[in-house]
């Protein structure tokens, strides 16, 4: 099993960036897991955001239309969404997300709100 630890995110403007950072409690390696971001606003279902597999396969939601970008840093063990052009409705609980052998691993979620 792994306990995933999201950070980094926070307040910031229309127009500005943030970088979610996930890595496992532990400190182990995430190199072999399907890692994912999803997002929650309130009233709304949680959906997927962006999507790295182990085999370095890629996937990002509509309304990211370019503006964020999903990364896996193996020295550091840690996936990073890295958003910029943050808009009003980005605004939501974002969670890291990783699958391995048919199981499911979820953060606690980390709070971004976007707004002036």
């Known amino acids: 099993q792994v306990q995933l630890v999201e950070s980094g995110g926070g307040l910031v403007q229309p127009g500005g960036s943030l970088r979610l950072s996930c890595a496992a409690a532990?400190?182990?390696?995430?190199?072999?897991?399907?890692m994912g971001w999803y997002r929650q606003a309130p009233g709304k279902e949680r959906e997927l955001v962006a999507s790295l597999t182990s085999t370095s396969a890629i996937n990002y939601a509509d309304f990211v239309m370019g503006r964020f970008a999903i990364e896996r840093d193996n020295s550091e063990n840690t996936v990073y969404l890295h958003m910029n052009s943050l808009k009003p409705e980005d605004t939501a609980v974002y969670y890291c997300h990783a699958t391995f052998k048919w199981r499911d691993y979820w953060g606690q979620g980390t709070q971004v709100t976007v707004s002036s």
């Open positions: 532990d400190g182990s390696s995430l190199s072999t897991y399907d």
